[in-house]
Structure formats: C-alpha cells, structure tokens
C-alpha cells in the first residue's frame, strides 16, 4: 500500500510539473489524444497496449522511445516492415494514416508521454516536415 | 496487502472470462481443413475488394488507390482510378461487377473522395467500363455529405441483389450521435439503387420530408461485409460494433439496426455506451460477436467442393484475430463458428469466385485461393 501511494504521488507531482512547464507540449498532446482516438485506438488500444503479435504496444514501447525518427516516419507514412518491439517480433501492416504533418507531431506528442513513456523533447512541425519516406 | 492484490486481480480476470464464455458460442479449431491455401496475388498492402469478370479475371482494389486486374499469373494496374482520400479507413475501397457485364460492361466501386465544399471526404459511388486497362465513361453516382476529416467508418461494401438493385454500404464517420439515427444524413446507412444510380421509386423513405432517400436501412456502425444470401435473395451484412459489438443483420427495407441506441458492445475503454440491448421498432443482430473479431468482408459458400456440411456456410474475415472465420448456419441461427487459415495475417476480403472458389485477401500478403483437397 506504501508503495501504491508513493508511486501515485510521484506520477502526480511528475505529470504536474511536466504539464504546467510545457503549455505548448500540452496542448499539442491534447490535440494528438484526439487524433489517437480517431485513427489508432482500434489497433493500438485505450492504454497503448497493442496486441501481442499483432499490433505493438506503444505504452513502453522500446522502439518507439528508442527510435524517434522511424517513429515519427512510420506515423507519416505507414510502415511495412518486420519491427521488434519489447523483444517480440510484430510484421502486421500498418497503413498510412493519411494526417498532416501538424497532427503527426500532436499524435507523436501524445503517444511519447502517455502510459509511462516520456519524452523531453517535443516532437515539432519542423522536425516532422524534414522526414522523409 | 500483496495477497489480496493478487486475488482480487484473479477475481477480476475470472469473471472477464466467465463473461467471455457467455457468448453463443465459441471459436472452434478442426485438424481436417478440406483445403490447402495458395497464395495467387501477392504483394499487396491492403486488398480491400476483390470482383471477378465472367471470363475469370479478378479485379482487386488496394486501399491506398490502385485497381488492379489478374489472369494467369498475371497482374496489371488499371489506369484512371478515381483520386481517392487516403486518410484513416478512406482509400479505394470496394469494388463489384454488374450481374450483366457481359452485356453492359459495368464495374462498380467505392472509395473515399474529397468531392464537395467542406474539408475531408465521404464515401463515394461510382461505375465504370474497362477499355485497354484503363478507367473510361466513369459515372459518380453517389457522394455521402457533408465530408469530414475523420478517419473512422467509410462502410464501402457494394452489393447487387436478384432484382436489378445494388446496394451500398457506408459506415457512421466517426458521428455516432449524428448520423446513424438520421434518415436526413448519409452515414449509418445501407443504400439502394438502380444499377446507374437512380433512386427507386420504392425505396422505403421516398416521400418523407428531408430525408435522404437512397437509404434503405439506417442504425448501422459500419458494414464492411455485405452480401446476397443466394440460398434465399436477402441481403446480409456484417458490420463492426464497438468492442464486443460486431453484427451480422438481415437487411429489410426501412429498417432500423439500432446503432448507437442499442449495442451488445462497450467503448474501446470499457465505459458503456447504453444499457440496452433490444428495443421497440430496432432490429435483433441474427449473431454477435465477443469478443469482437473485427469483421471484413463476407460470403456464402454455395457449392460442396470443400464437403457437403460446408456447403450454405458463411465465410467472414477477421481483420483482429487475422483468421477467416466459418459459420455454419441452420437457417438464420449459428450453430458452429471454425476459424481457418489462422496466422496469415489480417483478412480483409473474401468472395466465392465463379470457379465456386473461395478467394481471400489478407493484408499484407495478397489474395489467396483455397484450394480443395482432393
């Protein structure tokens, strides 16, 4: 129980000091949970689980923390190819979302700081205008 | 502390399952599949919609906007396709022939399109002749309005009956408060026409005030099966539910399918969306699934050349599970639900050829043919 409450007011005072630093980050991921909603809850599911084998987990995702730039790529495009997620293989295709570069960066916002994941640095309309395919 | 954590967690997964297990029945698994699959077309992304010519050649949609024809071994890309809105479910979506092709010429499909004033797109309706592999004399002859950027439930499912009509199906578009319900709004919907996109004069809401009538049922999610039950001439659909909501209906004229007033599913994130599930004036699914299975595409099988108890069974892939899944039917109960060709990937289509073979197509793979053992 001890380590429940120290755990909920560390995630508390976290997500606090996190949200009020950062008005443009927040609102940003704000504008992506929407997104999320819309175009990647379906396969990706509420908690960013994913299914085992078939869609990967974002919620502590090592790929997706570890590899912003393919990250970043495959939300712009869509991707094919065999990933390794959490040590598990997944190949399943995911199509192009078809969102503008704007929404990619609030959706990658939002995924790179919900569940666990944290990001320092947010994703800008810049950074995602550079990728390319 | 730590104990109690535990069991209650036990508790809780306990009584998921208990749940699970309420269902009509479950998915079964057989050791003695009477075909082997055959992997025909490959190489494609997502093989939405899949049509065949009476001289054997398949027409195949890919979502992100190319249409494609096949025979023996061989595929070619038809040119001048609509431009399609790729965005979330929207791409080139459906695609169906004319009963009489071989007299007219008629293909059919459906697609996301930009078309109109506002930003985003609906689904739209369209038919056309092929001449030297491409597009010609191609005829709009429906658009959903208004157009929205969601991403969510362009239905697409074209579908002709015994009696000259087509139908189409379009999903809710991400509106579930606004559209299903509405018989003034495109969306929620299964439509009726003419085979060149006339409104019959039958049709069950000609003559009501504002309403749009093409519609010919409405209190639909989104239908990406539809199909002629050739046993009977009804028209079935299987349409996404929220989780643990997925549908097969028997489409009559007029009718109400319930969404979102009455669902047998939940929010992706478990909170309800309605306490009841049957209600005065809306249809009963004739099966639902729980879990959800994700359903695309549908077919009848009609010959026995995968054994006679299979022969009337219904064919429905299943995008989540990545299986195909059969029902047997008696009449319009499901009495046993096999799952084949597990693993392949997420099955998007599947029709019976006029060869009286079953042809799936699997994102991320291509179009399979399941080949009878002989």
């Given at each position: 129980m001890k380590t429940f409450f120290l755990l909920y007011f560390l995630t508390l005072a976290s997500l606090f000091i996190y949200l009020f630093q950062d008005p443009e980050l927040e609102e940003s991921i704000k504008r992506g949970s929407e997104i999320y909603a819309d175009f990647c809850v379906t396969c990706h599911l509420e908690a960013g689980e994913g299914v085992l084998h078939t869609f990967p987990p974002l919620a502590k995702s090592d790929y997706l923390l570890e590899n912003r730039e393919a990250s970043i790529r495959g939300v712009k495009f869509g991707q094919q190819a065999e990933i390794v997620v959490n040590g598990i293989s997944y190949n399943s295709a995911m199509p192009n979302p078809g969102l503008d570069d704007e929404e990619v960066a609030d959706v990658m916002n939002y995924i790179l700081n919900s569940w666990g994941n944290s990001s320092d640095k947010i994703v800008t309309l810049e950074e995602v205008e550079a990728i390319q395919k | 502390m730590k104990k109690s954590i535990v069991s209650l967690y036990l508790i809780v997964v306990a009584f998921n399952f208990s749940c699970g297990q309420d269902t009509v029945n479950q998915v079964n698994t057989i050791s003695d599949v009477p075909f082997h699959e055959e992997l025909?077309?490959?190489?494609?992304?997502?093989?939405?919609g899949i049509a065949f010519l009476p001289s054997g050649e398949m027409l195949i949609t890919e979502k992100s906007g190319d249409l494609y024809i096949f025979k023996n071994g061989q595929r070619n890309k038809i040119s001048n396709v609509p431009e399609v809105y790729e965005r979330g479910q929207g791409g080139l979506l459906d695609v169906a022939v004319h009963p009489d092709y071989k007299n007219n010429g008629w293909i059919y499909l459906s697609y996301a399109s930009e078309d109109g004033e506002e930003k985003g797109g609906h689904t739209a309706f369209m038919r056309a002749k092929i001449e030297n592999n491409s597009l010609i004399n191609k005829e709009l002859l429906y658009k959903g309005s208004?157009?929205?950027?969601?991403?969510?439930?362009?239905g697409s499912r074209i579908v002709f009956d015994e009696n000259g009509y087509v139908f189409l199906s379009i999903g809710e578009r991400g509106a579930r408060d606004d559209n299903p319900q509405d018989i003034t709004r495109d969306g929620g919907k299964i439509y009726r026409f003419y085979d060149d996109g006339r409104i019959p004069e039958t049709n069950p809401f000609v003559g009501t005030a504002g309403a749009k009538t093409a519609i010919y049922s409405y209190g639909h999610r989104n239908p990406q099966g539809l199909v002629k039950n050739p046993f009977t001439g009804e028209i079935w659909d299987n349409e996404h539910g929220p989780k643990g909501g997925d549908e097969i209906n028997i489409i009559k004229p007029g009718a109400n399918y319930g969404w979102p007033v009455i669902t047998y599913g939940v929010n992706y994130s478990g909170t309800p969306i309605t306490d009841i599930t049957a209600k005065e004036g809306m249809e009963q699914p004739i099966h639902y699934w729980l879990p959800s299975i994700a359903p695309s595409g549908m077919a009848f099988i009609t010959t026995d050349n995968y054994g006679s108890d299979w022969k009337g069974a219904l064919l429905v892939g299943s995008l989540k599970f990545q299986y195909l899944e059969l029902l047997k039917l008696n009449g319009t109960k499901v009495t046993d639900r096999i799952e084949l060709i597990k693993g392949l990937g997420r099955v998007r289509e599947v029709v019976e050829g006029p060869d009286g073979l079953i042809y799936v197509g699997v994102e991320g793979k291509g179009v399979y043919k399941l080949v009878p053992n002989k």
């Open positions: - | 025909l077309v490959d190489e494609l992304p997502i093989p939405w208004p157009n929205t950027t969601k991403g969510q439930h362009f």
